[in-house]
């Protein structure tokens, strides 16, 4: 008897439930991660395994993935779109654009796999390293450098694009036989810092020059160290939260800024990439439009 009224009172239970009663998700694996002050930060662990992003949309024209292991800047350059994207999807970085280190990402480039289809495809050998932080800054630790560089070392089947405003720490470090090393100028004052690095930069695959965006005329005395040099302008940003949130409008060079630079890259010997931004896109280059009188 007592066993029929327990089997009475499981029946009873299972009718009181709904049929779809939803089930509780389990709480997610947390890991810690580190800012470069020291902060932690609660993360929670990706289920799948690291690999490089797909850059299709990213408004990279360049490369055909990204990759980053660490995240946010402290060089507070009014048009990032880094920061931008970082602020719109807060949940997906818990520090906000402060720099942090994703020691779970540095298998990437092992997991990574190119599509049958493109294997015979250079491009989708080249991975934009850091695309939204800057990997040499000042305030990034040694320690977060030479473990990315030990991961890029150890898969040398990849181009690693890399690129910073402070290229004097690439001689700091051990850098990757097929690194692209690359350096980012937006204002004259970077210039200078620019050429006395890159003049000490060897046994890399190429050394290149981002131009972009082109704020300003340029004068370079020398770009005989370069590979490569790309130029574009300054895309539509929106910057800061709440009521500071503000505008910042896009902007295109003059023709002439370009026309210059290009001239002078070919007499270089460099190769050329202007971005879609700059020629076919908006804000595109400001053309002259000029009739006799």
């Known amino acids: 008897m007592a066993l029929d009224q327990a089997e009475k009172q499981v029946q009873q239970r299972r009718r009181a439930m709904p049929e779809d009663a939803p089930t509780e998700k389990p709480s997610p694996v947390m890991l810690t991660l580190r800012a470069h002050d020291g902060t932690e930060y609660p993360y929670p662990r990706p289920e799948a395994k690291a690999t490089f992003n797909n850059t299709d949309g990213d408004g990279i024209s360049w490369a055909r993935w990204s990759w980053n292991p660490v995240t946010g800047c402290l060089h507070g350059c009014d048009y990032c779109y880094a920061r931008e994207i970082t602020m719109r999807f807060k949940q997906v970085n818990p520090a906000g654009f402060t720099p942090l280190f994703h020691h779970e990402r540095l298998s990437a480039p092992a997991n990574t796999k190119i599509p049958e289809q493109h294997r015979e495809d250079s491009a989708w050998r080249r991975v934009f390293v850091c695309s939204m932080a800057d990997l040499y800054g000042r305030w990034v630790p040694d320690e977060w450098i030479y473990q990315v560089h030990d991961a890029m070392h150890l898969n040398r089947m990849w181009d690693y694009l890399l690129l910073t405003k402070f290229p004097a720490r690439y001689n700091k470090v051990d850098l990757p036989p097929t690194a692209w090393v690359g350096t980012s100028i937006d204002e004259q004052k970077r210039v200078r810092i620019a050429e006395d690095a890159f003049r000490k930069i060897s046994d890399v695959k190429v050394k290149w020059l981002s131009i972009e965006p082109l704020r300003e005329p340029l004068e370079f005395s020398d770009l005989s160290m370069f590979d490569w040099v790309v130029i574009g302008a300054q895309t539509e940003t929106w ?19 370009v026309a210059r630079l290009v001239a002078q890259a070919r007499e270089a010997g460099c190769r050329v990439h202007l971005k879609p931004n700059l020629v076919n896109g908006h804000p595109g280059m400001q053309l002259p439009d000029e009739y006799p009188v």
């Open 239 to 257: 910057q800061g939260e709440g009521t500071d949130r503000k505008l910042v409008p896009a902007f295109g060079p003059p023709f002439e800024w």
